[in-house]
């Protein structure tokens, strides 16, 4: 099977400081990859040269295109890379703020995404965006007002539909349930889950919280420093971890 993404060999520093060193990773259709590490481990850097927000020093980002194929996302044009982050690329924020126009409606930030790949009719629009709400739990009374007028965990659920209303086959998620309450966290995990099943999605998910590994990511990824020291299938690695490293984060957790 061809991997929808093939990465080889990225690579970031930031002077003499290294936010990822020689990175490879395969990601195959509708597979879920958690990469966690503590903070400065570089795993959200990692995600932002591969999501296309910073660029890396060294490497290749190959996405299997739907028109062409394999392609390396870093030698496509600028034009290509904001279409292919607007169909089937998606990047959810830990801070909905930074994925939500606050200014406009609910069903405004999801219908601009559809505006933005073409999508012209008024009525067909607000259906989809209506349908996208309630796939996020999100009540239809509620299309009109801003994101200004929700909660956090609901603004989190409203950038989920934004991002996933145009049917993306990848979705990057930078700490997606960072800073909400645990209750809050638990409903939007479920949430995201079942969309991800349901949907098929191949999805990068980076998290300190090894419980949402747990539960969204088929393989796993630890970063330290800049370097990958452990990966393999999840629940392999929580419950046997082989890397030092591994064992103390893991341990961490269950001594709390």
Same mark, same amino acid.
């Not at 929808?4 to 970031?12: A, E, M, N, T, W």
């Not at 394999?70 to 990047?91: I, N």
């Not at 800049?226 to 957790?253: F, M, N, R």
């Given at each position: ?27 195959? =259709? ?19 040269c591969l999501a296309g927000h910073l660029p890396p020093d060294t490497g290749r980002v190959i996405f299997d295109t739907r028109?062409?194929? =394999? ?75 801003? =994101? ?27 700490? =997606? ?62 419950d046997d971890p082989q890397a030092p490293y591994t064992q103390l984060l893991v341990s961490s957790v269950l001594q709390v």
């Amino acid at each position: 099977m061809t991997p929808l993404l093939d990465v080889q060999s990225l690579g970031k520093s930031y002077g003499g400081r290294i936010g990822c060193a020689d990175v490879s990773l395969r990601l195959y =259709p509708g597979e879920v990859l958690g990469i966690v590490g503590e903070s400065g481990s570089g795993k959200s850097t990692l995600l932002n040269c591969l999501a296309g927000h910073l660029p890396p020093d060294t490497g290749r980002v190959i996405f299997d295109t739907r028109a062409e194929g =394999p392609r390396d996302v870093l030698t496509m044009s600028e034009p290509e890379r904001r279409m292919l982050g607007r169909t089937d690329w998606a990047f959810v924020h830990q801070n909905p703020r930074d994925g939500l126009r606050m200014r406009i409606s609910a069903g405004g930030n999801v219908g601009e995404r559809l505006m933005a790949v073409g999508a012209r009719h008024y009525g067909e629009i607000r259906a989809q965006a209506t349908d996208w709400l309630a796939r996020v739990e999100i009540a239809e009374a509620r299309i009109d007002d801003r =994101p200004s007028a929700f909660s956090g965990g609901m603004q989190q659920r409203l950038q989920i539909a934004r991002n996933l209303v145009t049917g993306p086959r990848l979705v990057f998620m930078d700490e =997606p349930t960072g800073g909400l309450d645990v209750s809050v966290q638990a409903r939007l995990l479920d949430l995201i889950r079942g969309l991800v099943r349901r949907m098929g999605l191949s999805a990068i998910v980076v998290t300190h919280d090894l419980a949402v590994v747990r539960l969204l990511a088929d393989r796993l990824m630890v970063m330290k420093d800049g370097h990958v020291i452990e990966t393999g299938l999840t629940d392999q690695v929580l419950d046997d971890p082989q890397a030092p490293y591994t064992q103390l984060l893991v341990s961490s957790v269950l001594q709390v």
